[in-house]
């Protein structure tokens, strides 16, 4: 079995156009056209699933502004089928933010997506802390884009060493930091947040981490904290697969990676 715990789809009529507009972002910062692996639709996600042996998808949508969370919610409670499953999302900046996460809990969501950088809000604010500690109290996992973006103007607003320091007023066990703890930035992984509670997945991390310093960080972590990750449609599932799979991790790492963790969240 295998669990794709990050990947991003939008509604039909606006995929195309969100596709293109993350992709010139890139381009403006980067100076190369990044290749996208599926379209953004639903229907492109199931076709890039069946090719790559991924039985269910996590799809995680993200809120850039205030007022796209409630259409973004009411699309991710759309997809909850045996395949695909979404998270919720919410801006930090809203002051309903607390009401809203009640309702995502109330209504059966199993965490949200935060990305600091599109949200330009720092991982340890105090507004942070607060959505963070409300979110552990109602047994909601929060997804952070973390470390740097592809698309975005440095500063970085959630390094490894602020994440740390959330660690003083949440447990951590909620928390799946994206990219195996911080994008393009491993060495301040395993220097701050390797062996605490918090989370990683392995999104879109092949083509950056050599295979000894991810094999290092999944084994001094745990395997048992970290989650198969591709971020379609930015990646291919199958390229992410093969990369972990030929780590030369034990198959009772690989299982946890692959399916195990995830099933704990998803139930």
């Keep these: 079995m295998l669990i794709d715990f990050h990947t991003h789809i939008f509604p039909d009529k606006i995929a195309s156009g ?3 507009s993350l992709s010139n972002s890139i381009v403006n910062f980067q100076g190369s056209r990044p290749r996208h692996y599926a ?3 639903y229907d492109s996600l199931r076709s890039s699933m069946k090719r790559s042996g991924v039985d ?3 799809v995680l949508p993200i809120a850039t502004k205030q007022k796209q969370t409630d259409s973004i919610n009411g699309f991710a409670k759309t997809l909850r089928n045996e395949s695909v499953i979404s998270f919720g999302s919410l801006h930090p900046e809203q002051d309903d933010w607390a009401s809203i996460l009640e309702k995502l809990k109330n209504e059966g969501f199993k965490g949200i997506k935060l990305h600091p950088e599109y949200q ?3 991982i ?3 507004r942070s802390i607060e959505i963070l ?3 552990e109290s109602l047994g909601l996992y929060v997804v952070l884009h973390t470390g740097f973006d592809d698309g975005m103007p440095e500063p970085m607003h959630c390094q490894p060493d602020r994440l740390k320091n959330v660690l003083d007023y949440v447990s951590g066990e909620k928390i799946i930091a994206a990219h195996l703890g911080a994008y393009k930035n491993w060495d301040d992984v395993e220097k701050y947040l390797v062996g605490t509670n918090i989370n990683f997945d392995t999104a879109f991390i092949s083509p950056y981490i050599s295979p000894e310093q991810c094999r290092r960080i999944i084994q001094n972590h745990g395997a048992q904290k970290v989650l198969f990750g591709s971020d379609s449609p930015w990646q291919n599932p199958k390229t992410e697969y093969d990369f972990i799979l030929n780590l030369g991790l034990s198959k ?3 299982e ?3 399916y195990k963790n995830a099933l704990k969240i998803l139930k």
């Design 124 to 126: 340890d604010s105090k």
């Design 120 to 122: 330009s809000f720092y």
């Design 56 to 58: 269910v998808s996590v």
């Design 252 to 254: 009772q790492e690989n």
């Design 39 to 41: 379209r953004g639709t």
């Design 133 to 135: 500690r409300k979110a």
């Design 18 to 20: 969100a596709i293109n």
């Design 256 to 258: 946890m990676i692959f």
